[in-house]
């Protein structure tokens, strides 16, 4: 089977995680990516560092970073700089989230990109857009993805504050934001040959996401309100825990056919005659009174004995997976949800695979995250430059060498 980025070169000078994550894919689908860091690593890589200990090797970093080779550059150096510019030359693709700021002044922009690779696919991530009143603001997934799109004040019960969204969850929805628009990019390239200019943030990728809830704000202008576990508009897309503190999602937006259906699993007959609940405007003004009962039901049995039931009756529904259940899934493991990759220091090392497959077409995770600096050498003598130019590069700290 063939790679679908076979050939194609990625240049990575980007932190954190949502370009890099998208990079990560690039490589599992064949692509070669250079990850550019400051001397030390990026800021992701010396957290991690700055809390576990330099030798600790996290997941989270060789998930967002694996399969790419690492070269470290100083680009407040002007030498620096100009060895960005020589990789930059054979690059197909150059992905950045530094803000529009320090690329000016790091000569990083897409005009210098493309004055030095006219045809490469130039792809720059934000919180909030490179240009206009936000685009110096500081931004994480957490702030741009979750707070300023919208989601933060929709998520969540009624009666509760608002969620903290968990760790990365809004850059990894936006990396394959990023993804998708690269490859388009790269489509367009193959037809015009010329290069193009990509750009995509957390807060747009956050409002894509929301579009349900956003487009009906765009059309009523009003806050939509959050749902309430304990007065749902509708019982059966609610979710009740069970005797032995789990819990089970049932989602079953329609009332015909499903409401009929689990009122005989649940032997009720008479709720599925009573005409108050037979339509989902009976349901949401009367089905909230129901909710006391259903929750005593729910609590009477296991979540092993609920399971029978409503697959039994052809219900939707599942339970609220905890994460150690979903790792161990064996329907994922089939399906090659989770790859190992062998790190020098850390041995086998299970992260997750790209969430997509390629019939007949070579996509997998191809290797651990570099470490800071690991292939300087070895990338720049491949580019072309002298040995002894990296290595004098490298004594003078424009360049960095682990």
């Known amino acids: 089977m063939s790679a679908p980025l076979e050939g194609i070169r990625v240049l990575e000078v980007a932190s954190w995680l949502a370009a890099p994550s998208c990079a990560a894919l690039m490589a599992d689908m064949g692509a070669s990516v250079i990850k550019v860091e400051p001397p030390g690593g990026d800021t992701y890589r010396r957290m991690y560092a700055a809390m576990l200990g330099e030798d600790f090797v996290h997941p989270s970093y060789q998930f967002d970073n694996r399969g790419k080779r690492g070269v470290c550059i100083n680009l407040e150096d002007p030498e620096g700089v100009e060895m960005v510019h020589e990789l ?23 005009k210098d990109v493309h004055a030095i690779s006219p045809a490469a696919i130039y792809a720059v991530l934000s ?41 990365g969850y809004g850059d990894r929805t936006t990396a394959l934001n990023l993804l998708a628009a690269i490859l388009a990019a790269m489509r367009l390239k193959d037809r015009t040959g010329e290069g193009q200019y990509v750009e995509v943030t957390l807060q747009r990728t956050g409002i894509w996401a929301l579009a349900s809830d956003v487009t009906t704000t765009l059309y009523e202008r009003t806050q939509p309100i959050k749902t309430s576990r304990v007065a749902p508009p509708n019982p059966i897309w609610n979710y009740y825990k069970t005797s032995d503190a789990r819990w089970l999602a049932m989602v079953m937006p329609m009332a015909t056919p499903y409401w009929p259906k689990f009122c ?23 089905g909230p009174a129901l909710i006391p009962e259903l929750n005593a039901l729910f609590a009477s049995a296991p979540l ?47 992260i997750v695979s790209a969430p997509f497959a390629i019939r007949n077409a070579d996509v997998e995770v191809r290797g651990p995250a570099p470490d800071a600096g690991q292939h300087t050498r070895e990338v720049f003598v491949e580019a072309g430059i002298a040995a002894e130019r990296v290595d004098a590069l490298i004594a003078r700290g424009a360049l960095a060498q682990r």
Request: proline share 5%; hydrophobic share 40%.
């Open 88 to 110: 930059a030359r054979s690059a197909d693709v150059f992905i950045t989230n530094l803000t529009w700021k320090r690329l000016e002044r790091y000569q990083l922009t897409d």
């Open 127 to 167: 919180g909030y857009g490179v240009k206009g009143p936000d685009s110096d603001r500081q931004a994480f997934d957490q702030t741009a993805f979750w707070a300023r799109s919208g989601a933060m004040s929709v998520f969540g019960d009624r009666d509760d504050g608002p969620l903290i969204s968990r760790g």
């Open 264 to 286: 005989a699993m649940i032997e009720r007959p008479e709720w599925a005659a009573d005409e108050r609940y037979l339509s989902l405007l009976g349901l949401a003004e009367h």
């Open 304 to 350: 092993d004995v609920w399971r029978e039931k409503l697959d039994a009756a052809g219900l939707i529904w599942e339970p609220v997976a905890e994460l150690p259940e979903v790792v161990e899934d064996p329907a994922l493991r089939e399906r090659g949800a989770f790859s190992t990759i062998i790190h020098p220091r850390a041995g086998a090392m299970e």
